[in-house]
């Protein structure tokens, strides 16, 4: 075998190995955090506000008891009209985020059934209003 010879296969290893390298790279999956993530950031004033409602009135408290995911509110807001949503957002996989409509009783308290969510990490985003006043938090929570 030549020089030559010896010099075309190592360019055509390089090529093939290059193009491997192009075909594995285009196969992987980015996700942003958000689809309208610029829209989100030019309201992102209005997190801030609802964050720190949310820490006037006290602490919510987001737990996982045995097959149900347990939202309780403070004690502020019990018995008051609220609408608002969970988002539960998990940052390796957008396939296993859910948005689940808040549905609290009068104490204050919302049980989610855990087979409505993945065995993920997730951040637990809670997003209400009671009348003007709206109030956002956000906590995490390991779904096992």
């Keep these: 075998m030549t020089w030559g010879t010896k010099l075309l296969l190592v360019f055509a290893a390089f090529a093939l190995l290059m ?3 192009v075909y594995l790279c285009m196969r992987q999956n980015f ?12 309201r992102y004033q209005e997190k801030i506000d609802g964050m720190n409602n949310a820490n006037k009135i006290g602490n919510i408290v987001i737990k996982e008891i045995g097959d149900q995911i347990s939202i ?21 996989n957008s396939t296993k985020d859910r948005s689940i409509l808040l549905d609290v009783n009068d104490e ?5 059934d855990k087979s409505k969510l993945a065995k993920a990490n997730y951040n637990v985003k809670l997003n209400w209003q009671i009348g003007k006043d709206k109030y956002y938090t956000e906590q995490t929570l390991i779904v096992d």
């Excluded at 309780?72 to 609220?82: F, I, R, S, T, W």
């Excluded at 204050?108 to 989610?112: D, E, N, Q």
């Design 19 to 21: 193009g491997t390298l």
């Design 108 to 112: 204050g308290l919302m049980l989610i």
């Design 31 to 42: 996700e942003l955090v958000s689809k309208d993530y610029y829209k989100e950031e030019l």
């Design 72 to 92: 309780q509110l403070p004690k502020e807001v019990q018995g008051l009209a609220l609408k608002g949503q969970a988002l539960f957002y998990c940052a390796v």
